[in-house]
């Protein structure tokens, strides 16, 4: 049975991953920040992904534990709306952490974890916001830090090929979560199943990719 590890796990997109894959048969280990709250159906761990410590507190959890997909999943979306006159460089900061910083912290503890593994994938939830050659305007924070962690990806992927560790970069659709609002245009069953069609086809030749959640690729 394969298993799969996925953050930020209690509500949005990720709570809808931990429905898909247990429903495929995968042991699924969860985490969250409350792990009792989330009344999650799985294993479920205790992480807040910005502590300094939670990435080796979870390496310390799962000791040898084989980790055929790891998904960094969990984010924030703090600066919406907020225009650069008016910009909180606290929130900018909190966005990096969260969004770029922790996700490579995550995927570093748990390199040996996921070699372990037959199928070696590490997946990371990404933005078309990310995307540079859109000429976004606005949500700075947002932006960045998504676009920070595409280029954190980029360079882990060389770091891990030689363990036979395939990356990819999700990004969901615009999907309707607590994040994404009530108008988005698809549901988290739709983002959620799509964009595990494309982690379930990964391969090393397709390492580092940025794919939509219907599969086609992103403009970096
Ligand atoms: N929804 C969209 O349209 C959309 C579009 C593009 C990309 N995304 C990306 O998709 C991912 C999931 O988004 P979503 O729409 O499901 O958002 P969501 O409904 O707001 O859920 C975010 C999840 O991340 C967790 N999280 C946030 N900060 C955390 C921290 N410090 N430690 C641990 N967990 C933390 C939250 O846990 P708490 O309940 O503890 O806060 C929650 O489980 C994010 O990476 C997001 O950037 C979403």
Redesign the pocket.
């Known amino acids: 049975m394969p298993t799969i590890l996925i ?9 809808e991953l931990v429905s898909a894959y247990s429903a495929d048969g995968w042991r699924v280990i969860a ?4 792990p009792a709250a989330a009344g999650l159906d799985c294993e479920c761990l205790e ?4 502590d300094p410590n939670g990435a080796a507190a979870l390496k310390d959890s799962l000791a040898d534990t084989a980790i055929d997909v790891l998904w960094n ?5 703090l600066d919406k709306g907020m225009s650069l006159a008016g910009m909180d460089y606290d929130l900018w900061a909190e966005s990096m952490l ?2 770029a910083l ?1 996700p490579i912290r995550v995927a570093s503890a748990l390199i040996e974890n996921v070699a372990a593994s037959e199928r070696k994938v590490m997946a990371f ?5 990310a995307s540079l050659s859109r000429r976004p305007a606005g949500s700075y924070a947002y932006r960045s830090s ?1 676009a920070a962690l595409n280029m954190a990806v980029t360079c882990l992927t060389h770091d891990v090929q030689d363990k036979g560790i395939a990356t990819v970069l999700l ?5 309707r ?4 609002g009530e108008n ?1 245009d698809i549901d988290v069953t739709t983002s959620a199943m799509g964009m595990k069609r494309v982690v379930d086809a990964m391969s090393p030749e397709k390492s580092g990719g940025f794919f939509n959640y219907d599969g086609t690729e992103i403009p970096w």
């Open positions: 953050t930020g796990a209690n509500r949005g997109i990720g709570r985490t969250a920040r409350d992480m807040d992904v910005a999943n969990a984010g924030v979306y969260v969004n922790a939830t990404s933005s078309m916001m998504k990004h969901p659709g615009w999907v979560t607590d994040m994404g988005a």
